[in-house]
């Protein structure tokens, strides 16, 4: 039986208010509306948490806290980036007629309403039956979503999109988030630019700006990213993208300007403080990255949205100023994490990381050394990604400068090099781990002026017009050296020259089987684990990586 628009008793909603008189008076007016269950929340952390673990058709939350530091904006910023929003959630915004501005772009970015105070119970049952009529109204896309049939829900937006049908506008921005997670920008970027022709909205330009990012046009991006700052300097998710285009660029300097204004713009955000100090971290300035990691531990660490690379990089710093009990803390803190979630493999490597500096700074260096021994087996394995790359290398470093020698560390920091130095900005990070020991900064330099050598021996070779032997020489120094970059070549030569490489199909077979395992997807310089990228959606779906594309045939 379909589902009547007016008919709430099988929802629940949460009102998010620090006033008990408002919040009594929301709850009583839900009510009266026939919803189901109504929780309350005094505090936006409160909500944070109940968010965190269930969902809710309506949240109803005031945009100012007397009392907090964060704001209902804080609050839908971090759910909507950690994807903890689901799309059948209806989110509702409540404040002062003197915040109007805000509470509009608040309402955008969410994309359901705002309630304006004092308000009565008839405006806030318009505002929940609109937003119930659009959710019941692309059922059918949510549906698809949820079955992570992403290109049959791609396909149902551009359908909605093209014949301007109900809801156009929604479904154009759901279906252009879709085709950026099924890797193919370009079509998005379209979207998006056919939004913004057709209604201006600061999402679209930013689309725009994202599509471009993934297609690998970060000077564009960069200049999108300019233009809509320029015009919309409160933005605060155009600054975290120009942060992300910067940070790929190599330009840590201007990246970490640009994080310092996205914390500025939402100093409550445990996701742009994260930014901020790890950012501060590769650039260099320790001392500011150790205050705010630290504040991020204490004001995330009890999140879903909080990233546990924020606590590895703080118990560096630890050790490098003799902090045995902050060291301690940061060992502490990932028991605590692992005890909420121990079947995370990722968090077990990031904790081994803390382990081993916990041990160096006890001076057992025997066990020190032992640990990393056991974590330098792993260097070659698919799952030993970039961060991994970065961690290890740091700790080899701190041993290093502290005179420990390991017979085989030479031989590993050359793997890390010339698996993972596959451009400026990936390079530059790795020498920034290694700051405390030189010597493995500048390895990193010369394994990726190596790394470029192979690649432009190889497309000398295509140009030439032998793709066949530019094929096989990338195949055989990606097996050589796991480089992504070198793989991801092998794929595009292959992909544009088919016709003329011999033995083409056995040659698709292994490149495919590199890609699988030591493809983009596990080589990517980024600060922390990848969330939701900054004015998307969040798919909430279970978060499967899209597949490889295959090669033509």
Known sequence: MATRDDDYSACSALVVDGNPTSRSILVGQLRDFGVGTV???ARAADARRQLEFRSFDFVLCEL???NESASGQD?????????????STIFIMITGEATYARVAEAAESA???????????????????AARVRKLSLQGIFSAIEAENFEEAARLCLERFESKGKFWLYAARVGAELLLRVGRPAEAQQL???????????WAKLGVARAQLDAGQLTQATSTLENLISSDPNYSDAYDVMGRAQFELGRFDKALETYKMAATLTPASVSRVQNLAMMSYYAGHHEDAEKLLDRAARIGLESKMFDAQSLVLLAFTRLEN???????????????LIERQPDVPRLQRLADIVIALNLIQQH????????????????TSS??????ASNLLALMSQLAHRAIQLDEVEAVVGVIGMRFCSNRSMTELLAASAVAHPPFAERMRECQAKVLEMAETAMALSLSGNPTAAVKNLVLHGRETLNARLIDNAYQVLLKHRAKVFEADALAEEVQGLRAQYGLHNAKASLGEQKRQAGGLALRTGGTRPPEKALAT
Request: charged share 30%; proline share 3%.
């Open 192 to 202: 998006y630019q056919a939004v913004v022709a057709a209604k201006t909205l600061p």
């Open 364 to 379: 057992q260096f025997a066990q020190s050394v032992d640990a990393v021994r056991r974590l330098a087996k792993t260097v």
């Open 383 to 388: 799952e030993f990604d970039f961060e991994s």
């Open 64 to 66: 100012h806290f007397s």
């Open 322 to 336: 003799g902090d045995r009990k902050g060291l301690q803390r940061c060992h502490d803190d990932f028991n605590r």
């Open 39 to 41: 929780l309350q929340a």
């Open 111 to 129: 994309l359901d309403g705002y309630l304006l105070k004092p308000h009565k119970a008839t405006h806030l049952g318009e505002r929940l039956h």
């Open 75 to 87: 609050l839908l910023d971090d759910l909507r980036r950690n994807q903890l929003l689901p799309f």
